[in-house]
């Protein structure tokens, strides 16, 4: 058998891991769901930890660049390929995703989504995105990270989609007085089984356009050893930009670029794209972040 064919995987392989991801889930969904319904800080702090054993299961090395803002709240932005970038964050970030409301109504995975306490929005209705901007900021305001995909949609893995700007409204919320932080993350699959990935492997991470879920799915479980590289950015806050186009402008501009880094093999070049807000405003400053090695397609 040759490498490449290693790497594409084995029904065995794929039979394994999905008995072994199920298994993991179904332990875990009643407590969970008792935490959330007693209003327990387990509901908080449980999902990092079962997304951490999600990655593992799926062979998903998960490989961190940058420093992760410690504590919260924090707004994190990121690019959106694949319903594996659920667990990929999920396992890094101590927080709740914000997605499309279809994805609450979807067999089994909307169950899971519930429980990590996703934020649901309506990204067609105009009309309610103030309730979406007082959704979230309650969250916000109660001290909750969230994570949120502003393409609005998942992408082919190779690009970054432009940002909406609409819910980066969010960002001139003031917590304790202070202008919220918003990290960007980039997301990147980079090799299979050590690999180059390459335009024709990623559709194998990558869930987008018309792909049905289950088939893609299955694959998934089958493959090799991913390797899912995660970059976070300098944080900033919406004092530093003239307004949230400008701030998803930028937004948009680090996460592309960190992702055309990784999928190039050069995570390491020169950055490109500006990172930082302007001189007259102070980013937050980050804490280290622990470097460690249930879908939400089409998030808002």
């Not at 916000?140 to 992408?155: N, R, V, Y």
């Amino acid at each position: 058998m040759t490498r490449t064919a290693r790497a594409l995987g084995s029904s065995g392989r794929g039979a394994l891991r999905l008995s072994l991801y199920l298994l993991w889930t179904l332990l875990l969904i009643p407590l969970q769901a008792l935490a959330v319904a007693r209003g327990w800080r387990l509901c908080r702090t449980l999902p990092r930890f079962y997304h951490r054993v999600c990655t593992r299961l799926m062979g998903l090395d998960v490989v961190v660049r940058g420093e992760q803002v410690a504590g919260g709240p924090v707004l994190f932005v990121s690019n959106h390929s694949s319903y594996l970038d659920i667990s990929v964050l999920g396992s890094l970030i101590p927080g709740s995703f914000v997605a499309k409301t279809e994805v609450g109504t979807w067999p089994f995975f909307g169950l899971l989504a519930r429980l990590q306490r996703t934020v649901f929005v309506e990204r067609k209705a105009r009309t309610s995105v103030d309730k979406q901007r007082d959704d979230i900021g309650g969250r916000l305001d109660a001290g909750d990270s969230l994570i949120l995909f502003p393409e609005g949609t998942s992408s082919d893995g190779n690009r970054t989609l432009p940002f909406k700007t609409a819910l980066f409204a969010v960002a001139a919320r003031r917590i304790d007085g202070r202008p919220l932080t918003v990290q960007p993350v980039s997301v990147a699959a980079t090799r299979l089984d050590g690999i180059p990935m390459g335009i024709a492997f990623r559709p194998f991470y990558a869930w987008y356009g018309d792909m049905d879920l289950v088939p893609h799915l299955w694959q998934a479980f089958r493959l090799g050893g991913m390797t899912i590289e995660v970059e976070f950015h300098p944080p900033v806050t919406i004092d530093g930009f003239s307004s949230r186009k400008a701030l998803a402008d930028h937004c948009q501009r680090v996460v592309a670029d960190g992702v055309a880094r990784a999928i190039s093999g050069r995570p390491d070049a020169p950055v490109r794209a500006k990172e930082t807000a302007p001189q007259e405003t102070a980013s937050p400053t980050p804490a280290s972040a622990p470097a460690i090695s249930d879908p939400a397609h089409g998030s808002a």
